[in-house]
Every structure is written in structure tokens, then in C-alpha cells.
């Protein structure tokens, strides 16, 4: 069964910078698609970015477009989220998911991992 697991959180000061991780094991075989979801308090889970399984074709949701990048690295079977310009609205945390399609519905994701907290705050 696939596993994910978040890793890089943290606390940055606004316009710092936070790599997260999102690793997967078990069952690797497939090249599933890894989409970035964030939660922050008090609000529902939104979608953040994605990356497609074959051919790596990504996509951002419009806040972070320009700051955020998400790339990944099949041979560690690791995805990463490189967060640069954080903003205090960018505080929440931070989960990965895996399914067929880079896509922005959460419904289209099977597998989660626990998340990771990122707090951007001065």
C-alpha cells in the first residue's frame, strides 16, 4: 500500500523560504500524480499545486503562482514544494496526495499523508 510522509515545515519570517518534502513507499510501481493541499485554521483543505506522474506537468493554483514550485525526484521517490516569498496567509498545514491525474479536485487523490505545518509569521 503507498505511503506518503511530509517533511520541511516549519516557522519562516514573511518573504523567507520553506522546501517541503512529500516521500512515498510501498507500492511505488506506478507513476502516480502528487498534488499539494494546505489547510488553514478554521477553513476548509485547498488546493495548492500538482505534478503529473508521466511527463511532470505541473500546475499552481493562483495564489502562489510565481512563488511557489513544485519538481520531484523519481529515483528518491520524493516530491518537493519550494515555497520562496511566504506570506502570513501561506500559514496552514500542508499535506500530499497521490492519484491518476494532476488534478485540483481532492476527490481525485487517494492516498494522503499527515501533513506538515508551516507558520509564516514575524
Known amino acids: 500500500q503507498l505511503q506518503l510522509v511530509e517533511s520541511g515545515g516549519g516557522l519562516v519570517q514573511p518573504g523567507g523560504s520553506l522546501r517541503l518534502s512529500c516521500t512515498a513507499s510501498g507500492y511505488t510501481q506506478y507513476s502516480y500524480a502528487i498534488g499539494w493541499f494546505r489547510q488553514a485554521p478554521g477553513k476548509g483543505r485547498a488546493w495548492v499545486a500538482c505534478?503529473?506522474?508521466?511527463?511532470?506537468?505541473?500546475n499552481y493554483a493562483d495564489s502562489v503562482k510565481g512563488r511557489f514550485t513544485i519538481s520531484k525526484d523519481n529515483a528518491k521517490n520524493t516530491v518537493f514544494l519550494q515555497m520562496n516569498s511566504l506570506k502570513p496567509e501561506d500559514t496552514a498545514i500542508y499535506s500530499c496526495?497521490?492519484?491518476?491525474?494532476?488534478?485540483?479536485?481532492?476527490?481525485?487523490?487517494?492516498?494522503w499523508g499527515q501533513g506538515t505545518q508551516v507558520t509564516v509569521s514575524s
Open positions: 505534478i503529473s506522474g508521466r511527463g511532470g506537468s505541473t
Open positions: 496526495a497521490a492519484g491518476w491525474d494532476c488534478s485540483r479536485a481532492r476527490s481525485d487523490y487517494d492516498r
